[in-house]
């Protein structure tokens, strides 16, 4: 068997420990201690943060996308081939080491992605940048930590609990999406997003491409079109089939109803 090789070490500004970027032949791997992050073998779960939010979105003539985590670049990728020609689409991410494996060491993964002329990279941490934006973005794409269940550093809770998930919310424009991934199902993290004023479908996902291996949770919650000051009524729907959303409305509902949909598999 081909040994891991060490290429680069990076500490994580503001909440310490280092990654790990490791190479075993055409095979990457991104480790924080004793823990994987993220495998270039893995890429299914990452990807559908982008191709959801774009099948929902494909209406909305120049979207504006934010990517919270560039990692291995799965979700920027399936981003810019899913979107449309006019999409602005920023990626934000906490390491400066990160951006530059991207462009140097992960080069063979990442391709010519980095330098499209929709990609704007900010050296930044995503929840400061969410925290200042107000009806800014049509989707926001978040793969931070391991999700509501933080890995890296508690720190990361901080844009799942219910004050972060609020700024989420106002940081979308009205009818806007945000696509949480997570390696778990998390029953009070979907409260928080339905507390929030959320819609909410829950989709699980494999982390690989094929038919088999572990599955990954993605949270897609729909602001509505109605601030909650309206009239409109809030309901919750639960049902199992296609991610359909409110069945007139493809998922962003045009009535300023909340739904929560759950979607077994993809």
């Given at each position: 068997?081909?040994?891991?090789?060490?290429?680069?070490?990076?500490?994580?500004?503001?909440?310490?420990?280092?990654?790990?970027?490791?190479?075993?032949?055409?095979?990457?791997?991104?480790?924080?201690?004793?823990?994987?992050?993220?495998?270039?073998?893995?890429?299914?779960?990452?990807?559908?943060?982008?191709?959801?939010?774009?099948?929902?979105?494909?209406?909305?003539?120049?979207?504006?996308?934010?990517?919270?985590?560039l990692g291995m670049g799965f979700t920027l990728r399936a981003a810019l081939a899913a979107y449309s020609s006019e999409?602005?689409?920023?990626?934000?991410?906490?390491?400066?080491?990160?951006?530059?494996?991207?462009?140097?060491?992960?080069?063979?993964?990442?391709?010519?992605?980095?330098?499209?002329?929709?990609?704007?990279?900010?050296?930044?941490?995503?929840?400061?940048?969410?925290?200042?934006?107000?009806?800014?973005?049509?989707?926001?794409?978040?793969?931070?930590?391991n999700g509501p269940d933080g890995l890296t550093h508690p720190k990361n809770d901080r844009l799942y609990n219910s004050?972060?998930?609020?700024?989420?919310?106002?940081?979308?424009?009205?009818?806007?999406?945000?696509?949480?991934?997570?390696?778990?199902?998390?029953?009070?993290?979907?409260?928080?997003?339905?507390?929030?004023?959320?819609?909410?479908?829950?989709?699980?996902?494999?982390g690989h491409r094929g038919k088999s291996g572990a599955k990954h949770h993605i949270w897609l919650a729909s602001k509505?079109?109605?601030?909650?000051?309206?009239?409109?009524?809030?309901?919750?729907?639960?049902?199992?089939?296609?991610?359909?959303?409110?069945?007139?409305?493809?998922?962003?509902?045009?009535?300023?109803?909340?739904?929560?949909?759950?979607?077994?598999?993809?």
């Amino acid at each position: 068997m081909i040994p891991w090789k060490l290429l680069d070490r990076a500490v994580i500004p503001d909440v310490g420990g280092e990654l790990r970027l490791m190479q075993r032949g055409l095979e990457y791997s991104i480790m924080l201690g004793a823990n994987e992050l993220m495998n270039s073998r893995l890429s299914g779960s990452e990807e559908a943060l982008a191709t959801l939010t774009a099948t929902k979105l494909k209406n909305v003539q120049s979207p504006q996308i934010l990517i919270g985590g560039l990692g291995m670049g799965f979700t920027l990728r399936a981003a810019l081939a899913a979107y449309s020609s006019e999409a602005k689409i920023t990626v934000a991410e906490l390491v400066p080491a990160v951006v530059t494996w991207a462009q140097h060491q992960l080069k063979p993964i990442f391709g010519e992605c980095m330098d499209d002329p929709r990609v704007r990279t900010q050296t930044i941490d995503v929840f400061n940048m969410i925290r200042e934006a107000k009806n800014q973005f049509h989707a926001i794409l978040l793969d931070v930590d391991n999700g509501p269940d933080g890995l890296t550093h508690p720190k990361n809770d901080r844009l799942y609990n219910s004050k972060g998930v609020k700024h989420v919310f106002n940081a979308l424009v009205p009818g806007g999406l945000a696509a949480i991934w997570s390696a778990r199902p998390d029953d009070k993290f979907t409260k928080i997003l339905l507390g929030a004023g959320f819609g909410v479908e829950e989709v699980s996902v494999r982390g690989h491409r094929g038919k088999s291996g572990a599955k990954h949770h993605i949270w897609l919650a729909s602001k509505p079109m109605r601030s909650s000051s309206d009239s409109a009524p809030s309901t919750t729907t639960n049902f199992t089939g296609d991610i359909a959303g409110c069945r007139s409305c493809a998922g962003v509902c045009l009535h300023g109803l909340n739904h929560q949909i759950f979607v077994h598999a993809i």
